[in-house]
Nanobody, 124 residues
Framework: QVQLVESGGGLVQAGGSLKLSCAAS????????MGWFRQAPGKEREFVAG????????AYGNSVKGRFSISRDNAKNTLYLQMNSLKPEDTAVYYC?????????????????WGQGTQVTVSS
């Protein structure tokens, strides 16, 4: 089992940047596929980015490709999401997720563990 705690959210102007972090407990962080999702009010939870256990493979949602970058530091049990060129439509609660299976999948229902979320608000 793994526990996830996100941090780094906040208020930023359009065009700005933020870096989210997700601290994981336990010794098995490196065995999990990790991902970021987001959920805006009244909308479904949306896949943002995913990364393989060793950091070699990554995947991104279409709306963030070229602007966001996911990475992980297994020695620090930490997942990151660098967000650049932020837009008002990026406003949402961002969640960190872990998956025991090696594949990155877009459906939230396929992920096993979730953090509590961190709010990101982008003003125009």
């Amino acid at each position: 089992q793994v526990q996830l705690v996100e941090s780094g959210g906040g208020l930023v102007q359009a065009g700005g940047s933020l870096k989210l972090s997700c601290a994981a407990s336990g010794r098995t962080f490196s065995s999990y596929t990790m991902g970021w999702f987001r959920q805006a009010p009244g909308k479904e939870r949306e896949f943002v980015a995913g990364i393989s256990w060793n950091g070699v493979s990554t995947a991104y949602g279409n709306s963030v490709k070229g602007r966001f970058s996911i990475s992980r530091d297994n020695a620090k049990n930490t997942l990151y999401l660098q967000m650049n060129s932020l837009k008002p439509e990026d406003t949402a609660v961002y969640y960190c997720a872990a998956r025991r299976n090696i594949a990155v999948v877009l459906s939230p229902r396929a992920w096993d563990y979730w953090g509590q979320g961190t709010q990101v608000t982008v003003s125009s």
